[in-house]
């Protein structure tokens, strides 16, 4: 285990490093604590997801690592390793450089991705800016790529609008966008949530192939356990701005250790994968976020917690080969059977 609490768990190193990440949002009514002490790696080539309800801190995170913060966010302490080097100490011109060339995005909402008034094909030879190719050639990638994400007839439709595809086609088109320039970084926040569940499943199976495909690492936020489970090599849960837990797919699904991640799963892994579209509710509500917390962010809704949780924020504590989870029972049980 290493000094920062996280396992490690290939020898390479990992493609994006987040170390201890608190970042703060302004409002009239107080400092709102969205993420605390947040870590957590992306490895190469790997599909990593982040569960939570709502409020947790998902997109928050998803939107730092792509620098697309609103103004009253303030970062206070962490760092956030992507190649290696610190996108929170970048110039930002070197910063902007890197969206839509090593990093990528797809949004719920296509069109928060798509101009309603470019064609499809202006869009997509635009984001090809990084490349040394000439229109023709870039436009026969563009329709190479929609073809690749199943938009029927791409050589005449890369002509038409935004507006002109349905909601699932458009999600197509945002995913061959974000993919064309072969990102090694791919940042997914709840891309199929606004799709109905067949819908859900051919993208997730498109972003699986063409994950394989490209080899970059996704990190994929969803409410969704079943695409998690399907999609994802590791998953990350978040619960009131702070990762309670994290490791691989199976290890997670198969044997949760935190109270959080149990009363999300709250059953096995194959009815997950049937039947539950969304989060099953946990009685209670997350905290309000303003001010500081003593001990443990779930011990108000935590079924399980004793006095020192009241009290004392806990540690992560491995709990298996590339398994941490942050919880004063971990520790407990370890003294019992010391
Ligand atoms: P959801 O699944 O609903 O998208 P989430 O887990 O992605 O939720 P975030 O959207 O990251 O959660 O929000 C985390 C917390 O930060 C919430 O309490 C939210 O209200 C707050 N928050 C997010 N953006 C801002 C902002 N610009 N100003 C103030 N508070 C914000
Ligand atoms: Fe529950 Fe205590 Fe563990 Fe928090 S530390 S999850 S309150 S048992």
Redo the contacts with the bound molecule.
């Keep these: 285990m290493r000094r920062d609490g996280l396992t490690q768990h290939t020898s390479a190193r990992p493609l994006l490093e987040i170390r201890g990440l608190d970042l703060d ?3 009239p009514r107080g400092r ?1 604590h ?2 605390r002490n947040v870590s957590l790696d992306v490895p190469v080539a790997q599909v990593v997801g ?1 569960v ?12 730092t690592v792509m620098g697309l ?5 303030d970062i206070a302490a962490g760092s956030i390793l992507f190649e290696g080097r610190d996108l929170l100490k970048m110039a930002a011109p070197a910063r902007r450089n890197l969206l839509g060339d090593r990093l990528s995005m797809i949004f ?1 909402d296509p069109m928060t991705a798509l101009n309603p008034v470019r064609t499809i094909e202006n869009q997509m030879i635009d984001i090809q800016h990084h490349e040394q190719r000439g229109w023709g050639e870039k436009r026969a990638r563009a329709i190479e790529m929609l073809h690749r994400v199943g938009i029927p007839d791409p050589q005449s439709r890369i002509d038409a609008y935004p507006h002109q595809f349905s909601g699932g086609m458009r999600q197509r088109i945002c995913i061959a966008m974000a993919l064309l320039v072969r990102p090694a970084l791919l940042i997914a ?2 891309p199929t949530t606004a799709l109905d569940a067949t819908l859900e499943v051919q993208i997730i199976h498109l972003l699986k192939d063409l994950q394989k495909e490209i080899g970059c690492s996704i990190l994929f ?1 969803s ?1 969704h356990l079943g695409a998690v489970a399907e999609l994802c090599d590791r998953v990350v849960v ?1 619960y ?2 702070e990762v309670v837990e994290h490791g691989a797919v199976r290890d997670i699904f198969h044997n949760p250790c935190h109270p959080y991640t149990r009363a999300l799963l709250e059953c096995d892994p194959g009815r997950i994968r049937q039947t539950t579209r969304t989060l099953p509710t946990i009685s209670g509500e ?1 905290p ?2 303003l001010g500081h917390k003593k001990g443990c962010i779930f011990s108000a809704r935590c079924p399980q917690a004793f006095d020192r949780c009241v009290h004392e924020i806990p540690i992560e504590h491995p709990t298996g080969l590339e398994q941490t989870a942050r919880c004063h029972l971990l520790d407990e049980e370890r003294l019992v059977s010391v």
């Design positions: 949002f302004g409002t709102i969205a993420l982040i939570g309800e709502s409020g947790s801190g998902k997109s928050t995170l998803a939107y913060l609103s103004e009253n966010a719920q926040d709840e936020v409410h978040m009131a701005g997350v309000s976020l």
